[in-house]
């Protein structure tokens, strides 16, 4: 190949690979839910349902298929051509917001199209095969799915037109272990997953085993950090706790030493005592090691309370005297 072309390729593979990478998380779902190979008929059928129950509106003698991802155009596009040997118009606009909008329309064929998707402006579906749930749902998602990225937090959702279309939704996602959620917005039923599990269980309904992959391994970084934190911020409340309790002891053990000298103490209290002082960043167990013969934590700690009560009787006493001082002076 001439060194030109060789360099053309180069520039279209790595636009391909740039465009990939800018791809959100829910743009790389759909991406691979679109490629997905050839399926039954019945399976490409009840995926076209979905993708008329949730993406599509019928008016004016046609149905336009709407979505904001050319994945999702191009399967529709698939889809029909497969079921109805045609491919929906599809024209390219603008939102408000500057985002594209591909909106595929089938005019001539929209009653054939109607009848063979079984569409009722009620809908109750009643597929009997697990393969054509799952399709359903994955024509559902491409319509009307989203997912957040993994690395920020967990959410999946599906805009819906009605709270029927919603409730019916759930019905079938809990046929495969999945429990959604109905919350509204903009006066709207949305039907959403917040956990983790949930989410990777209805990746793997739709097969999109690539995205699962992604997600479960962020998972696993995701939880392995969070436990990571927790760890090292109930090791930093543990140390805060202790060098609080160790400077307290201090305090007590030098206001002793202060007002009525270390001598009070009995021998074992004026050891452990010592101990402290040249020992503050020592655990409760280390002291009690340095001691002949070594005593276990809870002996150590029996100790330094005693000394904390002497000492906070001391400084009750000293309190109790300088009030009666005061009342004296005031008497004279």
């Known amino acids: 190949m001439h060194p030109l072309f060789e360099r053309d390729r180069a520039k279209k593979d790595y636009r391909k690979v740039e465009v990939i990478l800018k791809m959100s998380f829910s743009g790389q779902v759909k991406r691979e839910l679109a490629a997905l190979g050839k399926m039954p008929r019945h399976c490409a059928l009840a995926e076209l349902t979905g993708f008329l129950y949730f993406g599509a509106d019928s008016r004016s003698g046609q149905i336009r298929f709407r979505t904001e991802n050319l994945a999702a155009a191009g399967r529709v596009g698939e889809l029909t051509e497969r079921l109805l040997r045609f491919r929906p118009e599809v024209r390219l606009r603008l939102s408000r917001h500057g985002r594209r909008i591909y909106d595929s329309y089938v005019i001539r064929q929209h009653r054939l199209l109607l009848d063979i998707c079984g569409y009722q402006p009620q809908p109750v579906f009643t597929f009997k095969q697990a393969c054509c749930k799952r399709a359903f749902l994955r024509g559902a998602f491409l319509a009307a799915g989203s997912v957040s990225s993994p690395e920020k937090t967990y959410h999946l959702e599906f805009m819906t037109k009605n709270t029927m279309l919603a409730e019916q939704l759930i019905v079938l996602m809990r046929e495969f ?33 690539s995205a699962l992959m992604e997600l479960e391994n962020l998972r696993i970084v995701k939880d392995m950090r969070n436990s990571v934190n927790r760890i090292v911020n109930c090791e930093t409340a543990n140390l805060n706790k202790t060098a609080q309790a160790a400077w307290q002891q201090q305090a007590a053990i030098n206001l002793i030493e202060e007002t009525v000298g270390l001598d009070f103490l009995n021998e074992s209290l004026q050891e452990i005592a010592i101990l402290r002082k040249a020992n503050m960043e020592a655990s ?13 934590r809870s002996g150590v700690n029996h100790r330094l309370q005693r000394i904390m009560e002497i000492a906070e009787d001391i400084k009750e006493r000293r309190e109790n005297l300088k009030h009666d001082e005061e009342d004296d002076r005031d008497q004279n």
């Not at 917005?185 to 983790?196: A, M, T």
């Not at 409760?284 to 276990?296: A, D, H, R, T, Y």
């Open 177 to 209: 272990e999945i429990d959604a959620k109905i919350i509204r917005r903009k006066n709207l039923p949305v039907v959403y997953l917040k956990e983790g599990e949930q989410i990777v269980r209805l990746l793997n309904v739709m097969s999109a085993h």
């Open 284 to 296: 409760l167990k280390e002291l009690g090691e340095m001691l002949s013969p070594p005593i276990g």
